[in-house]
């Protein structure tokens, strides 16, 4: 399917987030899925992957999750100066400023007439994280997960007690999380952590672990895996094909 893309700024709590839109040319509403990115924000790989994704027919929103501390359209490099300003802003914004940019992409695409009012969530590394936090919002059908940091060491700033692992129980909608066992970023005992927090609250998910590295989606740089990412966007696909209903 043929996509088309544009970039769209909208009013948040916290100030102008832009918003790269990836829709297919073809006229009619789709199901809306927002793709948070890795602390880079909008690389290369990272759309390439919502263009992945809108090709199946879907409305791909990519934020720019960090908004609030870098000029419009700012992408970080995968070096380590981008590295360290990533890490700062990841651990400067508050998962709460993280909600309100959720609610507010809601309130604004569920008015766009390319747009069924459905929506997802999927997300890779802090994106990862920040799909499985949108999934607190019920208006969020479901997410895919990837490799999502930070949930069980609650590392984010927060409020008591609103941390994402804390409030897992809230969660309505299906998970989908995928994980590689070669990932520094989430260790095993943090995986356990993650997935008994998922039982013990009763949660609808799907789990999956892989022989891979921690962002082995990135089709940039020797952790790519091209078979596994395959297999991933063909999983996200189906999961979003059976929760989210075209209208």
Not at 18 to 36: D, L, M, N, S
Not at 40 to 67: K, L, N
Not at 197 to 208: A, K, N, V, Y
Not at 215 to 238: I, S, T, W
Request: charged share 20%.
């Amino acid at each position: 399917m043929i996509i088309q893309r544009h970039d769209q700024d909208i009013n948040t709590p916290t100030g102008t987030m832009r918003c790269t839109v990836y829709r297919p040319q073809t006229e009619g509403r789709f199901p809306c899925i927002f793709f948070y990115s890795e602390i880079f924000q909008q690389t290369s790989p990272i759309a390439r992957s919502a263009a992945m994704m809108a090709g199946h027919g879907f409305v791909v929103i990519v934020p720019e999750v960090f908004h609030e501390l870098n000029p419009i359209g700012t992408v970080l490099g995968y070096d380590d100066e981008g590295k360290d300003k990533g890490n700062s802003d990841k651990f400067t914004k508050t998962l709460e400023a993280h909600d309100s940019d959720t609610v507010a992409m809601i309130s604004y695409f569920e008015q766009e007439e390319y747009c069924t009012g459905q929506f997802g969530a999927m997300g890779v590394c802090l994106g990862g994280h920040l799909a499985y936090r949108a999934a607190l919002n019920p208006c969020i059908q479901s997410a895919f997960c990837l490799y999502a940091t930070d949930i069980h060491s609650n590392t984010i700033p927060c409020e008591e007690d609103n941390d994402s692992f804390t409030r897992t129980k809230d969660i309505q909608g299906e998970l989908v999380m995928v994980w590689g066992k070669q990932d520094p970023h989430v260790s095993t005992q943090g995986r356990q952590k993650v997935y008994q927090q998922l039982i013990d609250t009763d949660r609808l998910f799907t789990w999956h672990e892989f022989n891979g590295q921690h962002a082995f989606m990135r089709d940039e740089g020797d952790r790519y895996d091209p078979a596994l990412a395959l297999e991933c966007y063909n999983k996200a696909v189906a999961l979003f094909h059976s929760t989210l209903h075209k209208a």
